[in-house]
């Protein structure tokens, strides 16, 4: 990024300045609508020729999201340059195509048109060089690591170049997104790449459940220390209710309706996931308690205190008077976050409610079963 | 025939091409005035220089006082009714420097065939300053010569700061490069990495930014918020004075302490890795402390994860150069080696009238600009209190942490011994200082003991294989300590003529900000209506920029 401007005066231009820069900006701007108007009269005319490549070109280099321009262009190359072509010519026309992407790329990295028409061309062309485009998003993921269009890329290339080569990129990606956590934990993306990888790796390992243990631990650790750096960071607790939640029967450590299947199917005793999850809800328990010692205002500590505690009621069939007490201590943490959060108020208070109205429901039925 | 000069009178002259002295230069020049820039030294820079391997040696050898020089003899005169006082460059800039002492070391490998590299060594021997060559290499022994030879081979690979200094990411400094344009002449890389000494004999990196918080091993969970939320704090510290009511003018590390709970080792960071001090903790108060951290923090995210930039080939004299080249392109004149020897001053007014060059040409100017070394010896005072800086550079033969270009470590006081905190700067061949499979330490710390080298030995020996015969260190092949003054206006006579400016010499910080904020203050103050080194119409300014 350029900040070589900040700091300075900003020096009025001068009106002769201006009236100049008016001028050139209004003859750009006739130019401009020229250019698109004769593109449209060829589209109309149906004439996908070179000439009409060009214009598409020059339109796109200044205004590269302009989606009616990028069809005309697919229907071009389609209907008429790369129609009777020989394969070299194809690839070759395709290569260039290619080029002109990477170029206007410098204009937005973040054009779902540029990304749309690269993919459509890769997939035209026989044998791409998905390394290539591998190397190519890292460059976009070195410039901006928080580019969520270069992080589906990248997600899109692996897959094509796994598939191609039958190699396995699981590990390396997941390597990589520990790289840029690294360098920055507020990054949505990269928790969430690390989320879709981390159940294929343990697929892919075929780790056992020590195994397995060893490396969720690591990443609870991982976030642990992301609470500890910065607890105002949403990206690092999303990924912690993820871990603690994760739908995904290969983390097997949730006992919703899907990983209740999943775990009979792996033959495996429920009433020791059970404990195991108790234990892990109430690991984390302790771990937010301590950290909301040094933190008593921190709105993702109190939410995700509030969240581990209820659902450490909802599994565990524990007494009344223990459940109780999660709802008052759950109560409690809504009265703060109610006063913390002016946002989110009303949520709270819906929470709340809702306690305290189940509360009122749980009690008159134990009392009538004693 | 002396070359004279046609022009003989000016708006100022300046005397030493310093880094105050160049801005200076730079600056007036730029707002039309018409600026005479003379130094004696055949180099620019002055006592701000760098020098490759073998003038380092000649320096030293000049130092210590084993090179004859022309000493002025020059007597109190009066020329044209004036009284006219000699000026006694090399004296006094002698009395600056003590006690230097240098060292070269026998390198470990040994050269198969010795005679052969005997005899290249005699023939580059006599390419150089022989006097020099041969007072340095008596008493050495074949290996050391061995290793002198390789030095001197390879000398002008070398650019050696004498007074070596880093740059904040966001200071004084950056901005005056950016706006003049001197930026653009310029080179930088980013300072990689901070490493801090803990008295277990132990190097570690030392967490800045969110991110080394984050990823580091050596800072507990516990440790971390509490650096953060300091941290936190201190960027914008101004906006909450209720936490640093009634610690403004307490010792920094006390509020640090009680307001953080930041004690050990992450409290010797704070002080001496992130806010930088260069004195003992209790010296500094609440205020100037977290000025110092903000100005740290600030810097960092500007260039990528690092607070500080250093100046390629040798910092201080290239800015200094960069900075006289607009003052040559705004109309100044420039004549190194050029000596003075008289200022005339005008006994009525006490008012500095003019100067009598090396060739008797008398030159007259409004103001006179000065590095210290200038001023007749009348004209200065014995400040007994002079603060004084040791310093060494040392050449080692392979990086000290890791494989960075540019690294800074830090010994806190007390940890080696010492009194006041010792920075080590580790420059490789990628900032331009050495050869390729060289690396250049830059040591630094207030002088306390008796000499530069007691001062800075024993971290030297925690870092580099010196005398202990730890083959996991790093081996030396040269070493040079040297003790400076740091000289400002305390070592002044009153008697000095008010038209007469004087500029500092290095202080013992590692960064040009307070070196800058002279450089602005004195042009302010000659010249109040106008603007120090104004933004100048951006020739490449894209006329549709976002800006």
């Known amino acids: 990024m350029d900040y070589t401007h900040h700091g300075q005066k900003r020096v009025k231009p001068s009106a002769e300045i201006e009236k100049f820069r008016k001028e050139k900006e209004a003859t750009k701007i006739k130019e401009y609508k020229n250019l698109v108007a004769s593109c449209f009269q060829k589209r109309d005319k149906k004439e996908f020729d070179k000439d009409a490549l060009a214009l598409t070109t020059k339109i796109l280099s200044q205004n590269p999201d302009f989606y009616s321009i990028w069809n005309f262009r697919r229907l071009i190359l389609l209907e008429g340059i790369l129609k009777e072509c020989s394969e070299e010519d194809t690839r070759k026309t395709l290569s260039t195509e290619l080029d002109f992407l990477q170029e206007i790329f410098q204009l937005n990295r973040k054009s779902y048109w540029i990304f749309n028409h690269r993919r459509w061309c890769l997939e035209t062309m026989q044998n791409p060089d998905w390394n290539m485009e591998l190397q190519l998003i890292g460059k976009f993921l070195e410039i901006d690591a928080r580019n969520f269009h270069a992080w589906g890329y990248r997600r899109y290339v692996t897959s094509k170049l796994s598939h191609a080569t039958e190699t396995s990129l699981i590990q390396i990606e997941f390597d990589f997104t520990t790289t840029k956590i690294n360098q920055n934990f507020s990054n949505y993306s990269a928790w969430h790449q690390r989320s879709k990888l981390l159940p294929l790796l343990i697929k892919e390992k075929n780790l056992n459940e020590q195994e397995k243990k060893k490396l969720i631990d690591k990443e609870f650790e991982l976030v642990k220390a992301a609470f500890y750096t910065d607890p105002d960071d949403q990206s690092a607790w999303l990924y912690h209710w993820w871990l603690v939640n994760g739908q995904d029967s290969t983390i097997s450590m949730s006992l919703s309706e899907k990983s209740k299947e999943s775990s009979s199917i792996l033959n495996q005793d429920l009433s020791i996931i059970t404990s195991e999850r108790i234990e892990l809800l109430q690991h984390e328990i302790s771990m937010v308690r301590e950290l909301l010692e040094l933190e008593p205002n921190s709105k993702w500590c109190l939410q995700t205190l509030a969240n581990l505690l209820i659902e450490l009621k909802r599994i565990s069939e524990t007494n009344i008077e223990e459940n109780s007490k999660i709802d008052d201590e759950v109560i409690t943490i809504c009265d703060r976050l109610i006063k913390i959060d002016k946002f989110r108020t009303k949520r709270f208070e819906d929470l709340r409610s809702k306690i305290i109205s189940a509360k009122s429901l749980v009690k008159p039925v134990s009392q009538e079963l004693e | ?547």
Request: contains cysteine; proline residues 3%; charged residues 25%.
């Open chain 2, 1 to 547: 025939m002396p070359q004279q000069l046609e022009v003989t009178e000016y708006d100022v002259i300046i005397l030493g091409t310093g880094f105050v002295e160049s801005i200076l230069a730079g600056a007036l020049a730029k707002t039309g005035k018409s600026v005479l820039h003379l130094d004696t030294n055949e180099y620019y820079g002055g006592s701000w220089t760098s020098f490759n391997f073998r003038e380092l040696l000649d320096w030293a050898q000049l130092l210590q006082g084993h090179v004859e020089e022309s000493s002025g003899n020059c007597q109190e005169t009066y020329f044209e009714g004036k009284k006219a006082l000699p000026t006694n460059f090399s004296k006094i800039r002698r009395q600056a420097y003590s006690t230097i002492e240098y060292e070269i070391y026998a390198t470990l490998k040994q050269t198969d065939n010795a005679e052969e590299s005997e005899e290249s060594q005699h023939k580059r021997e006599q390419n150089t300053s022989e006097e020099t060559i041969h007072h340095v290499s008596t008493g050495l022994t074949n290996p050391e010569r061995e290793t002198l030879t390789t030095l001197l081979k390879e000398s002008r690979q070398y650019n050696l700061d004498i007074a070596p200094k880093i740059m904040p990411c966001r200071g004084e400094l950056i901005e005056l490069l950016i706006n003049s344009g001197v930026g653009r002449y310029l080179e930088f890389k980013a300072l990689d990495r901070t490493y801090i000494y803990s008295d277990q004999d132990n190097f570690y990196k030392v967490p800045c930014s969110k991110e080394d918080v984050f990823t580091s091993q050596t800072v507990s969970l516990i440790d971390k918020r509490k650096l953060m939320r300091f941290l936190t704090f201190a960027l914008d510290f101004t906006t909450s004075p209720e936490t640093f009511d009634g610690y403004e003018e307490k010792p920094y590390d006390i509020f640090l302490k009680e307001k953080f709970q930041i004690d050990g080792k992450l409290l010797s960071a704070v002080l001496y890795a992130i806010t930088l001090i260069r004195t003992k903790a209790n010296d500094v108060n609440t205020i100037q402390g977290l000025t110092y951290t903000q100005k740290y923090l600030k810097s960092l995210g500007r260039y990528g994860n690092a607070a500080f930039l250093v100046a390629l080939y040798g910092a201080a004299s290239e800015i200094s150069q960069g900075f006289c080249r607009i003052s040559a392109v705004f109309g100044g004149i420039y004549m190194l080696n050029h000596s003075v020897k008289h200022l005339l001053i005008d006994e009525s007014s006490n008012n500095f009238t003019g100067l009598i060059d090396v060739n008797g040409q008398q030159l007259s100017s409004t103001y006179l600009i000065t590095a210290i070394d200038y001023i007749p010896e009348n004209l200065l005072q014995e400040n007994e209190e002079c603060e004084q800086i040791s310093r060494a550079i040392v050449i080692i033969d392979h990086f000290i942490h890791e494989e960075d270009d540019a690294t800074l470590t830090i010994f806190p006081p007390d940890s080696v011994g010492n009194e006041y905190p010792i920075s080590v700067l580790q420059f490789s061949e990628g900032t331009r200082t050495c050869p390729e499979d060289k690396y250049v330490l830059y040591m630094s710390t207030k002088a306390s003991g008796e000499s530069a080298k007691e001062d800075l030995y024993k971290a030297l020996e925690k870092l580099v294989n010196i005398s202990n015969n730890d083959s996991s260190l790093s081996s030396p092949l040269f070493a040079l300590f040297y003790r400076h003054k740091y000289r400002d206006t305390t070592s002044l006579s009153s008697l000095l003529p008010n038209n007469i400016i004087v500029t500092n010499d290095p202080d013992s910080s590692l960064d040009f900000e307070a070196a800058t904020i002279q450089a602005k203050q004195l042009f302010e103050k000659m010249y109040p209506n106008e603007e120090f080194l104004p933004v100048g119409p951006d020739l490449d300014d894209d006329e549709f920029s976002l800006d």
